[in-house]
């Protein structure tokens, strides 16, 4: 078992950054990594894939703008957040591709204001 813990969230006006961490207790080298986000009234999405060989995948409501990474010798995959949206506004959370429901973390929040 994994324990992954978000940060770097917060309030950012549109057109902004932010970027996103996500810290494993142990080594996920091996696992291919996401980032999911949830909206208030929607449903959880996967936005951005890392797969372990290093190939990336985004949602198309956030290609162009997120780039997804990762530092297997920290532990750590990234999601760096350009010209962000409104419609960006989410709770973010990492989690393995397939997830499992025993990773999900307390998530961070982003609010972009308009």
């Known amino acids: 078992q994994v324990q992954l813990v978000e940060s770097g969230g917060g309030l950012v006006q549109a057109g902004g950054s932010l970027r996103l961490s996500c810290a494993a207790s142990?080594?996920?080298?091996?696992?291919?990594m996401g980032w999911y986000r949830q909206a208030p009234g929607k449903q959880r999405e996967l936005v951005a894939s890392?797969?372990?060989?290093?190939?990336?995948r985004y949602a198309d409501s956030v290609k162009g703008r997120f780039t997804i990474s990762r530092d297997n010798a920290k532990n750590t995959v990234y999601l760096q957040m350009d010209r962000l949206k409104p419609e960006d506004t989410a709770v973010y959370y990492c989690?393995?591709?397939?997830?499992?429901?025993?990773?999900w973390g307390q998530g961070t929040q982003v609010t972009v204001s308009s």
């Open positions: 142990r080594s996920i080298f091996s696992l291919s």
């Open positions: 989690n393995r591709i397939p997830y499992y429901e025993i990773y």
């Open positions: 890392i797969f372990s060989g290093g190939t990336t």
